[in-house]
């Protein structure tokens, strides 16, 4: 039994040491100076404006759990959808259910707001 997991436990132990020698290797060749102009928040090319401080919107995590909810209602609606004969009646008013309650939950988000990008 211990056998098959041999090449498993070589491979992470490989692994861990290569990365361990990576990290102390960047500890001791790398530049031990700070350069503030390094340290500002950098995005699409463009230098930000944005300080340390700033606090941003909820709304893009919003949007993303909702992207989220809505991709896991895909991956739940597949294997009934591919197979609902086999599952029957029952699978199919509880796919229904499902459904609703999701289209609950966005009609409450749309009603909110959480769907403008204004």
Not at 26 to 33: L, S
Not at 39 to 55: H, I, M, N, Q, T
Not at 83 to 98: H, P, S
Request: charged share 15%.
């Amino acid at each position: 039994m211990l056998q098959s997991y041999l090449p498993a436990l070589v491979f992470a132990a490989v692994a861990t040491l290569i990365g361990i020698s990576f990290v102390a290797a960047g500890a001791m060749i790398g530049p031990r100076r700070t350069i503030n102009h390094k340290a500002d928040p950098y995005e699409c090319g463009l230098p930000s404006d944005v300080k340390k401080g700033f606090r941003g919107g909820v709304s893009f995590y919003l949007i993303a759990m909702l992207f989220i909810l809505f991709d896991i209602e895909v991956i739940f609606l597949y294997p009934i959808a591919v197979q609902l004969g086999a599952y029957g009646t029952f699978a199919l008013i509880e796919t229904v259910v499902f459904i609703a309650l999701l289209s609950v939950a966005l009609g409450y988000v749309w009603r909110r707001g959480a769907l403008e990008w204004t």
